[in-house]
């Protein structure tokens, strides 16, 4: 199939699992969404016992998908500068200390605690996995996807500040956990002699080494959202409306521009794309800078945003038919082990940090158990850990084991966390 078949079919199967959820299921959108293609996934499985020219056809279809591309080099980039489009500037800025210690030090304490007793759970079941690929899991898990919750956050009508903490630290450690994965990718790949697809390799890993290709990544990706933004501001401010087709495609090529520019230069474009939304949204602001970005462009990005979101999550739904061939009873208790992992690092990841925040400001109640259970992961931690076959020298059954680990990883937290994170919210 080519490039516009694909397209095509991803389309129409969108708008058709879109009409299903709507009219019988009635679930929030991305979750029905996922839900039913998980569904489609395990008829087609089926199905192809009996036929099994079926499967392969459907195998062959979505393996078509480079869903590490599609994701990190194209949809991520639109997904985050439309999610911080809408992100209230000013209540930010009242909770952004919160949210950069959250993003920052919660994820890289997660990196270290999933890192760490993945090693030994690994070693239980008899696999011998690295302690630099165990974080490689841990980094690759850790970012929490903001985009399954946020409806849910928004019906029941939690506090601003809290739903303000929520939405600015899924968007930050998005980028953060990028910039983490990268780097740690680059030290397996240096102590492996090679050269990862990433960057550096196979020179000697020093503290000072690491700590510039994450500083390069983080400031760089800061620095060059703001510029972009800025600029991107001014344009806006200057076309006062005028003429909306234009105000749209300006934004759309920031976008376009910012993160390949990022790219090329060795920043971070996730972290580039929010600071950039940032600067062109008009949440929080005063009339004379809320009227420089049109209604038109909010609506155009809204739609961008839903549209992107559906094809995102009926691809992870579908993902199950490409690696139906890790599928195993140890394999599957390993994922659970690893659920059960990953949700402790992550309380670990929140309570610390606010825990010790306590005692400078006050936090809402059940703020914690909020953040945990509300922590869903989503499309980025399944383009990471595909991201892995690349990597030759990773072994195929640790890049399988890790890539399954993750799936059931995801597919429990906006299933399961997705679905009972409304009721706890309630409470």
Known sequence: MGILELITLLIFIAAVFTLINITVLKLPSTIGLMAIALVMSMTILLLGLIFPSFTEGASEIMGSFNFKEVLLDVMLNFLLFAGALSINLNKLLEEKIPVIILATVGTLLSTGIVGGLMYFVFQQFGFEVDIILCLLFGALISPTDPIAVLSLVKKVGISKNLEIKIAGESLFNDGVGVVVFLTILNIAAAQAG????????????TVWSVAMLFGKEVIGGLGLGAAFGFIGFKILDYIENDHVELEVLVTISLVMV????????????PLAMVVMGLFIGNQGRDDKLANATGEYVFKFWHLVDEAMNAILFILIGLEMIVIKDTFSLEHFAL???G??????????????????MSFTRSFEPRTIAILTWGGLRGGISVALAL?????????EEIREIIILTTYCVVVFSILVQGL????LLKK
Request: aromatic fraction near 6%; proline fraction near 2%.
């Open 194 to 205: 090679v050269e990862s697809d990433h960057g550096h390799g196979g020179g000697e890993v």
């Open 258 to 269: 910012g993160g390949r520019l990022a790219e090329l230069i060795g920043f971070s474009a």
């Open 335 to 337: 994922g659970g082990v």
């Open 339 to 356: 659920i059960v992992v990953v949700l402790f690092a992550r309380l670990l990841g929140v309570s610390i940090p606010i825990g010790l």
């Open 387 to 395: 991201s892995l076959s690349e990597q030759e020298f990773i072994g």
């Open 420 to 423: 009972t994170i409304g009721k």
